[in-house]
């Protein structure tokens, strides 16, 4: 097959979170693919197609889909391994899909923070979404406030949000900001001379969210330029522009160590009360973590099988691999929570095999009007 024929068709949203992050690693894998832009109606046959009503999707040229970008960016890499974006080192490698995950999943919430709460961007981006969806029969100023509205609710007041807390939920932002510059100003990309998982879980956010939107755009720019410059060369990236030689670098400087106590005593804490509260039928939790506590949030389901997946991850190294993860976290806090009970099985192994050949789903009535949720 000519491989630089486009055998995916990857339908998309220019403001939209993941899509950033998918596109991303296929210019840089050099992965030919046809962008299609979704609106209303393109969500409904990618949920009728995969069973869920969200952008990214794939579709493949033999009708078969792929969604869901942590499964996708994996299993792009078995079916298209050069250039390598996965570092060789097993330890290293499962340190840049727990990075990754970190970025995706904990990250959403101050994303959604600085989108949606000053009023000058949630009014630009509302009326931006409002046009890009072009819901049918309804007036795009009506649903710019609706949608507006629906993100606040579900993905800040639902997600733990409140007065008490919402300055140190804003404030994550600016730590990653710094963080990211140090190491920035140092090497080309997060983990060393090529861009890895961590380096595109990172981007979601930073491209489409932090680096788009008015507010944290400018912050970016007069507080990390780095940030800035390394957005530009992951989007223009390219198999020519990765060199021949991947350089892999493991994160132990100490300007590593605000990330790592990050993820080991507020990530994982979250992902382990979340996965908690899932086994016990509990739909909403309270979880105190480092930096701020969350209360009455919403239980996800996907971020149960987050979890899973990490430690499924972790379980595949072998004891030398394993032990020099723990040594690296091991001041920070330490990966106990991603081992605390066990396995909490979320019940989505078989949902995140892919591809998928296309269905027939029917969405119910809450999903059709608001649209369908993380989970």
Not at 235 to 250: I, M, S, V, Y
Request: charged fraction near 25%; aromatic fraction near 14%.
């Amino acid at each position: 097959m000519d491989e630089t024929a486009p055998r995916y068709t990857v339908y998309k949203m220019d403001i939209s979170y993941f899509s950033g992050k998918l596109e991303a690693y296929l210019r840089n894998k050099g992965i030919a693919y046809v962008a299609q832009d979704a609106d209303a109606r393109t969500l409904d046959r990618i949920h009728r197609a995969t069973g869920a009503k969200k952008v990214p999707a794939v579709e493949m040229a033999d009708g078969r889909w792929l969604f869901d970008t942590t499964p996708m960016l994996d299993w792009f890499e078995q079916q298209h391994p050069e250039p390598a974006l996965t570092p060789t080192d097993p330890a290293l490698a499962f340190v840049a899909a727990l990075v990754e995950d970190y970025a995706d999943e904990w990250l959403w919430r101050p994303a959604m923070w600085w989108r949606w709460e000053p009023i000058p961007t949630r009014l630009a981006l509302g009326w931006r979404i409002a046009q890009i969806v072009d819901f049918p029969a309804v007036h795009n100023g009506v649903f710019a406030r609706y949608f507006a509205h629906r993100q606040r609710q579900t993905w800040l007041r639902d997600d733990g949000v409140n007065a008490g807390n919402a300055e140190a939920v804003r404030a994550v932002y600016l730590h990653e900001l710094d963080t990211l510059q140090t190491v920035l100003s140092q090497q080309p990309y997060l983990l060393g001379a090529r861009p890895s998982a961590a380096d595109f879980g990172y981007f979601a956010s930073m491209f489409r969210h932090f680096g788009n939107d008015p507010d944290p755009a400018e912050h970016m720019r007069r507080r990390a330029p780095a940030v800035y410059e390394w957005l530009a060369r992951l989007w223009n990236g390219g198999p020519a522009r990765l060199g021949g030689e991947a350089r892999w670098q493991w994160p132990e400087a100490p300007h590593w160590a605000g990330l790592w106590q990050r993820i080991a005593q507020d990530y994982l804490p979250y992902l382990y009360a979340n996965a908690c509260a899932y086994r016990d039928g509990r739909k909403r939790f309270d979880v105190a973590c480092a930096a701020f506590a969350l209360k009455g949030t919403v239980t996800h389901r996907y971020r149960v099988w987050c979890r899973q997946a990490l430690q499924r991850r972790f379980a595949a190294l072998d004891v030398d691999a394993q032990s020099r993860v723990e040594a690296l976290f091991a001041a920070h806090g330490g990966l106990q929570a991603l081992h605390a009970d066990g396995v909490i099985d979320a019940g989505m192994e078989d949902h995140f095999v892919l591809p998928k050949v296309a269905g027939d789903f029917r969405p119910s009535l809450r999903v059709a009007l608001m649209g369908q949720p993380r989970d």
